[in-house]
């Protein structure tokens, strides 16, 4: 069993950067697709960005070009740098882990954090 522990949430200004971490444990972190989605009230969870085993990255049309994912293999930790944050980007933001890695779907990740809340104003 993996667990996926999210921190870095918070309040920010329209424009302000943020950094989020997803520590995990419980199995081999290097074999893992990783990946960032973030769901508002009332609204449909949405993948963000995620990164593969081999170091590849993918990103929402969305947040590309603001927002970097990235891993630490020693820290078994996904990190999501976010700049020129938007009051769009308000959400719960959420870690994910799928063994297989088959696409960038909700039902394709196995293992989901708690979840960190990110609110932008402006």
């Known amino acids: 069993q993996v667990q996926l522990v999210e921190s870095g949430g918070g309040l920010v200004q329209a424009g302000g950067s943020l950094r989020l971490s997803c520590t995990a444990s419980?199995?081999?972190?290097?074999?893992?697709?990783m990946g960032w989605f973030r769901q508002a009230p009332g609204k449909e969870r949405e993948f963000v960005a995620g990164?593969?085993?081999?170091?590849?990255?993918v990103y929402a049309d969305s947040v590309k070009g603001r927002f970097t994912i990235s891993r630490d293999s020693a820290k078994s930790t996904t990190y999501l740098q976010m700049n020129n944050l938007k009051p769009e980007d308000t959400a719960v933001y959420l870690c994910?882990?799928?063994?297989?890695?088959?696409?960038?779907?909700?039902?394709?990740?196995?293992?989901w954090g708690q979840g960190t809340q990110v609110t932008v104003s402006s």
């Open positions: 990164t593969r085993p081999g170091g590849s990255t």
């Open positions: 419980g199995g081999t972190f290097s074999w893992y697709t």
């Open positions: 994910a882990a799928s063994p297989a890695g088959r696409n960038w779907h909700r039902g394709a990740f196995d293992y």
